[in-house]
């Protein structure tokens, strides 16, 4: 158990460091300069000369790619970001102030999409090939062709055009400063995005729990319970959920990247002022710093979820879990084993 | 085979058998149904390309009497603030996103192939690296990568090309991976082997041709994904220039006149945009289902 | 379905029923062993003329195919009778799990199954067999991959079955039975805290039985029990069921192994192409001429013990080409090689 985790926190940050130089390369070799791009933007006006120069050094072409690279990863590590030259301030304070944003929108989104996609995935595997499995696939299949910000697009038309149940985008109102804003207005701004993240998450999970609990169904283990007598509903319950929440558990984190992928376009619709809006701004502006910062944090979101869901095996199933110690107790218990 | 029963009760000999249990009555699910439904499917495909193409120039053109109408008879999908009509640019926008996205899914299928192949065949070393670089595409969120690539490149059609090419092929190389070093075991290829082919023929003559009806099906799936993560690059407003007309261009200026109530500019492209991708799904499932061995019974 | 004609059925049988049937000669195509008793005047399960059938695509056929329908079960006639072990011998993949789990009532969703099942003189339909499961007849899977891998076993048993669902006296009833099971068969307290996966081979064949058991059934199905066993190890391992039978149960006996079938059944029924060519009393192996099927004769002679010869004029097209397990037998006895054992740890304790 130790060496599995081991193993796979090394290979994390091991990934991680690969994506940084992944990262650091595609902003640098960019023809999008961010000096040319922020000339007249009011932080670079005003920008203190060593921070220009530090700018300079990143992202310019005078010294090597490589040694460009070790600079700023290792002011990264000691958490200098650098400066944001779109939003004016330093880009961990950019960063710290959304995302939790971007966090509490994830967070919503993924719990209600697992357990709503689990819910449907299961009923329709009950039913399979009935009336209900057919809506719930067709539902599904339609879902996963439907782009986030359209269904966005949609959501904002119905419910805060025509209805005017929500606020059309932006998420403080103009004149308003965000340190005025209730949490109940930061609520109402979250739902609208949530439920569209959410709805576009929920098709990956049904489906995917859908084609395991038909497995599970054909598996010995469920038809030997429907031959004991048990219905399929209990069979589900008794023997289905518990063989069936794991793989939608480990599905579900290692969901993140479409989740963030989503939020991106969520964000920059009901202009959420999350993680993914600033990206898409930094990425826009040529703001490299931010641009790049964003991306290593996606990158290391999403393989936490990973790391999460491999562990997630180790811990749950007994079979690994009671692996090292099923010997033992076997020769224990296998000394009672007379025959009668 | 059929026993004589000498004693079974005579009464029963001339009722039919009761029936226990009925096959659930199947639902023209044969293969050429599937068949058709593949070429039905590619045939609008088509049309919507080759129209989208012809309409191109009528689309861009502006009509300032008839502007920001509601979709009617004369304009089915209604007018922009330009007097556009919708329909024709939706059209043209959808032909010039497929296309962008053809491109891309055709280029990353390339790129899968070739890296499945080598990762399966070019031994230990070629492998943990390919399996490791997947790993690390797969790690950084797709619409991230593709905002990276596209900057990185200057925007504009290669950007957004170039981006879905390089970040859609993973998943399949995984596939065309596994295949192939299934098939390697085979005893066929084993025999060929011992038979002094070389690696290469081996490769070319009795692997790719097995994983061929995979590879297209992945490829057919690809689409799909190419094209909505085409539109969702241009939408943000890293893909196609704003001159072209392309779908993702359309919805994101859709945006600003939402408020003016405007609902037709945003509803009826995304719902064609939609429309478009579920028959690329219909198609390559169909199409799976006709020549993937490992579903053709159903 | 037509209740008419199913009142027919009925009717007819029940005229039947009231014939003697103490006579030991062939009736409804099988004849009697000692133990094989009619309790009410029938048989406890009586299977008539069933057939089970796919459509599917022939495998050559090219892609406008249509599919076809193929009958892997065809005209099978069984019975099994009180306080007998009849044992169903046939190759593997022949039909016979196909057969167990009809019995059980539960089809395949593209089968077409058709014939009568009499259960205690009772015509079921599928809806009365779902009834039957987990009540009066219960199965006996092969192995202990038949459990849930997450859930221990102690209360997979308690839990699952019939009655599932219902808390309080009833759970707690179910939790007694099965420690005073567990206790009957040997099995220690400790063996109900272990997950499937922690059972030794003897532990887990105990516990499949006592899945069985927990429901007081009438008839067991117990699907090839012994896998990977050799003869000797299979007799001992079917002992348990030996004695349900003799507390007046029955089984219904499904393997591939004609010479535990002769071991340890009352009754044998071969399964052959789809049908059962023959049921007849274990006696009746004694020899080749109280057989009455080629096919049959052909395995008596494979038998080890006896002269193994291959018989020309009745091996010919009779052995056929599904039934490995029977020239398995033969190219057994012929090299003289005990059958590959797998190895399986404290066999028994």
């Known amino acids: 158990m130790a060496s599995f985790l081991l193993r796979n926190i090394l290979k994390f940050l091991l990934l991680l460091l690969a994506t940084s130089v992944l990262v650091f390369v595609l902003v640098s070799i960019s023809p999008l300069d961010p000096v040319q791009m922020n000339v007249d933007q009011a932080a670079y006006l005003t920008m203190s000369p060593e921070k220009k120069a530090q700018l300079a050094e990143y992202w310019g072409t005078n010294t090597p790619l490589w040694e460009r690279y070790a600079h700023w990863f290792g002011d990264f590590l000691r958490g200098d970001l650098g400066t944001s030259l779109r939003f004016n301030a330093p880009v961990a304070d950019v960063i710290a102030l959304r995302f939790f944003n971007s966090l509490a929108l994830m967070i919503v989104a993924w719990i209600l999409s697992g357990v709503l996609g689990f819910a449907l995935g299961i009923g329709a595997a009950v039913k399979r090939g009935g009336f209900v499995d057919r809506i719930i696939k067709g539902y599904c299949l339609i879902l996963a062709a439907t782009p986030a910000f359209w269904l966005g697009l949609v959501l904002l038309i119905i419910f805060s055009v025509t209805l005017g149940w929500f606020p059309v985008g932006f998420s403080v109102p103009i004149g308003v400063s965000s340190a005025d804003l209730t949490p109940f207005d930061s609520l109402r701004h979250l739902i609208l995005p949530a439920a569209t993240l959410s709805v576009v998450g929920v098709a990956n999970i049904a489906l995917h729990t859908r084609e395991k609990a038909l497995d599970t169904r054909e598996s010995e283990f469920f038809q030997f319970a429907e031959a004991r007598g048990l219905s399929t509903w209990q069979a589900m319950r008794q023997h289905g959920l518990r063989n069936l929440l794991l793989p939608a558990l480990t599905l579900q984190f290692a969901q993140v990247a479409e989740l963030f992928g989503g939020s991106v376009l969520v964000e920059q619709v009901f202009s959420y002022p999350g993680l993914g809006s600033a990206a898409v701004t930094a990425g826009l502006g040529g703001d490299a710093a931010l641009l790049a910062a964003i991306a290593l944090i996606s990158a290391a979101l999403v393989f936490l979820g990973n790391l999460i869901a491999n562990i997630l095996y180790g811990v749950i199933d007994p079979r690994l879990r009671r692996g090292r110690h099923a010997r033992a107790k076997k020769d224990r218990a296998g000394a009672e084993d007379a025959p009668s | 085979m059929l026993l004589r029963r000498p004693d079974s009760p005579s009464a029963l000999n001339g009722l039919a058998l009761p029936v226990l249990h009925r096959p659930r009555r199947e639902r023209a699910s044969n293969r050429s149904h599937t068949l058709l439904v593949f070429g039905l499917a590619a045939l609008l495909l088509t049309t919507l390309v080759i129209s989208g193409r012809a309409v191109n120039e009528l689309a861009m053109l502006t009509d300032f009497t008839q502007k920001n109408l509601g979709p009617g008879l004369e304009h089915w999908f209604g007018t922009d603030w330009m007097g556009r009509d919708m329909f024709l640019r939706t059209l043209a926008g959808l032909s010039l996103s497929v296309l962008v996205g053809l491109l891309a899914a055709s280029a990353s299928a390339g790129i899968a192939l070739l890296l499945g192949t080598v990762a399966a065949l070019g031994g230990r070393k070629l492998d943990t690296a390919i399996t490791w670089l997947i790993d690390l595409m797969l790690g950084i969120p797709h619409i991230v990568l593709l905002v990276l690539i596209s900057f990185a490149l200057g925007k504009g059609f290669w950007g957004v090309t170039i981006g879905v090419a390089v970040t859609h092929w993973p998943t399949l190389a995984r596939v065309i991976r596994a295949e192939i070093l299934q098939v390697k075991q085979a005893p066929y290829v084993e025999v060929a082997r011992k038979l002094g ?97 490992h579903t053709a019974q159903e | 379905m037509d209740t008419r004609h199913n009142t027919a059925h009925a009717a007819a ?21 000692p133990a094989s008793q009619h309790g009410e005047g029938h048989h406890l399960l009586q299977v008539e003329n069933l057939s089970i059938g796919f459509n599917r695509y022939e495998p050559q056929a090219g892609l406008m195919a249509r599919k076809s329908r193929v009958d892997v079960i065809h005209a099978l006639n069984i019975a099994v009778h009180r306080g007998e072990l009849l044992a169903l011998v046939g190759a593997s993949g022949a039909g016979k799990t196909l057969l167990a789990n009809t019995l059980l009532g539960r089809f395949e969703p593209n089968a077409c199954v058709e014939g009568c099942i009499w259960f205690d003189g009772q015509l079921q339909s599928q809806k009365t067999l779902a009834q039957l499961r987990g009540r009066c007849i219960s199965l006996v899977p092969q192995s202990v991959l038949a459990l849930d891998p997450l859930m221990k076993v102690g209360r997979q048993l308690a839990g699952g079955g019939r009655r599932a669902g219902v808390r309080g006296r009833d759970s707690r009833a179910r939790t007694e039975k099965q420690c005073s099971l567990f206790e009957h068969y040997g099995l220690g307290e400790a063996v109900a805290g272990l997950y499937p996966f922690e059972l030794s081979g003897g532990m887990a064949r105990r516990v499949l039985l006592c899945t069985a058991l927990m429901d007081d059934p009438e008839l067991i199905i117990a699907d090839e029990p012994t896998p ?73 002679h494979a038998l080890p013990e006896h002269d193994f010869a291959v018989m020309p004029g009745e091996q010919g097209p009779a052995l056929p080409d599904e039934a490995p397990e029977y020239r398995n037998a033969r190219d057994r006895a012929t090299h003289a090689e005990p059958a590959p054992v797998l190895p399986v740890d404290d066999e028994e304790g």
């Not at chain 2, 070389?198 to 590879?215: E, T």
């Not at chain 2, 689409?223 to 994101?252: C, K, R, Y």
């Not at chain 3, 391992?237 to 192994?257: M, P």
């Open chain 2, 197 to 293: 082919a070389s690696r290469l023929a081996l490769a070319a003559k009795h692997m790719l041709p097995f994983v061929f009806p995979q590879f297209l099906v992945g490829l057919v799936l690809l689409f799909p994904h190419a094209i909505l993560h085409e539109a969702a690059l241009t939408f943000l407003g890293f893909g196609l220039a704003p001159e072209q007309p392309a779908i993702g261009i359309i919805l994101s200026e859709s945006m600003s006149y939402l408020s003016a109530g405007y609902w037709w500019l945003a509803v009826f492209p995304g719902v064609a945009l939609v429309a478009t991708v579920l028959l690329f799904d219909l198609a390559g499932s169909s199409l799976r289902r006709l020549i993937d061995p």
């Open chain 3, 13 to 33: 049988w029940r005229e039947h029923e009231k014939r003697a049937h103490s006579s030991s000669g062939i009736h409804h195509h099988h004849s009697h062993a």
């Open chain 3, 228 to 300: 990977g066993l050799d003869l000797e190890l299979a007799v001992r391992a079917t002992g348990d069921l030996r004695a349900f039978v003799d507390r007046g149960g029955s089984v219904l006996l499904i393997t591939h192994d004609i010479e535990l079938a002769l071991r340890v059944a009352d009754r044998v029924a071969v399964f052959q192409g789809g049908t059962v060519i023959e049921e007849t009393a274990v006696e009746n192996f004694a020899s080749p001429a109280t057989l009455r099927q080629p096919f049959t004769r052909a395995l008596w």
